[in-house]
C-alpha cells in the first residue's frame, strides 16, 4: 500500500494537537478542577426550547458552511473577539487544507446542548452540567461573566470515523455568535472512547500492558474535547493510563530507538488506527532514502516482523499492523500492511 492511500487511514499523533491550537481562542486553562455548583447549566431537554433552538441553528450552520465550499461564511458568525484572536487566514487554512480534506464528512447533526450562565464572580469557571451519579451522565464547561453562553455539540461521520464540532456561543448584540471552535475525533471506526476504555481495562487485567497502553492513549485522544469542555469519563481514562507501566520502547519522547538483535529501527510514533470497521497497530518508522518501493516495503516488513516476535501478543487487541516508512531528508512514504490470519477486532 502506498502512501497516497493514507487519506483512507485515520491514526492519532500529537501533530493534530498543534493544529487544534489554531482554533483557541485565548482560553487555555484545562479543565482538571472542578469548581462547586455555582451557576445555572442546563443540558438538552432541561433548556428552554426557544434558546436550545436558537443556539442549535447557529452552532449547525458555523459548522455546514465551514465544511463547505466558502469557510469564509462561517468565519463571519464569529464573536469581534475570537476575531481579534484568530485572523480569518488561519481559520480558513484549518478548515480547506486539514478539516475539510477529512470528508466528505455526512449526517452533520447537534447532539447536545448546553446552557449555561454565571452570577456574582468577575472571572470565569468551570461549571458541571448533568449528573454526577456516573462518569458518563455530566460534562464540565467553561463559562464567562455575563450573558448566557451555550456550549453546542454538532457530530458528523466519514469513511472511518465519527466526528465532534464543540462550539462555545455567547450573545453579541442580541444575537449568538461563536466564541470558540474545537474539532476532535468521537469514534473510531464505530468505538468510542469508552469502548477503548474498556478494551485498555481487558488489556491490562491480562497483563499486555502494550496493548493497554496504546488503547488507553487512543480513548483519552477520543476523549478530549477541547480546554473548554470536558467529558466527565476523562478522569477515569486519565486514572486508567496511570496504573499502566510505560512500555520500554515508549518511554520518553519520541523518535523512539528500538533494537530488535542486529535490527534497529527509528520509530516516529506509535498508535491505534482505524479502517473498515477494524483497529489496526500503527508504527511509523524514518529509513535513508530508497531507491524502489521494494526497497522500502522490504524494511516494513522487517520491522513488522521484529515487533511481532517481540510483542506476539499485540493481536489479542489489534486487527493486525500497519507500518509506514518515511524517508529520511524528504517526503516520500510507504506503508505496508499485515493482517492478521483471524481478525474480528
Sequence with gaps: MGMRDRTALVGFSSWFAAIVLLLTLGCHSPLHYIEPFTSTCGADSETSAQDREAVDRVALQFVQEALGPNPALAYSAFTTEAKQSLPSEKFLA???????????FKNLHVEHTYVAKITGSDHGQRVVCGNLSGPEGWVAVSIRPGPEQAHVIVEGETTNNNWVFVI????????????????????????????????????????????????YAAALQLADRGPNFQLGSQPEIQKGIAEVEVPRELRGQPPFAWSFGKSSFKILNVAALGVSGKIYLLIDHEIEPWVDNQDADRKNHDLMVNFATAYPEYRDAF??????????????GWGTVDENESSAK
Design 94 to 104: 484549518v478548515f480547506q487544507q486539514v478539516i475539510q480534506p477529512r470528508g466528505p
Design 168 to 215: 462555545w456561543l455567547s450573545r453579541e448584540r442580541g444575537d449568538w455568535h461563536i466564541l470558540y471552535s474545537h474539532f476532535a475525533t468521537e469514534k473510531m471506526v464505530g468505538k468510542s472512547a469508552e469502548d477503548l476504555q474498556m478494551m485498555a481495562q481487558l488489556q491490562h487485567q491480562a497483563h499486555r500492558d502494550f496493548n493497554a497502553y496504546i488503547l
Design 319 to 332: 486487527a493486525g499492523l500497519v507500518v509506514r516508512a518515511h524517508e529520511r531528508g524528504g517526503n516520500r
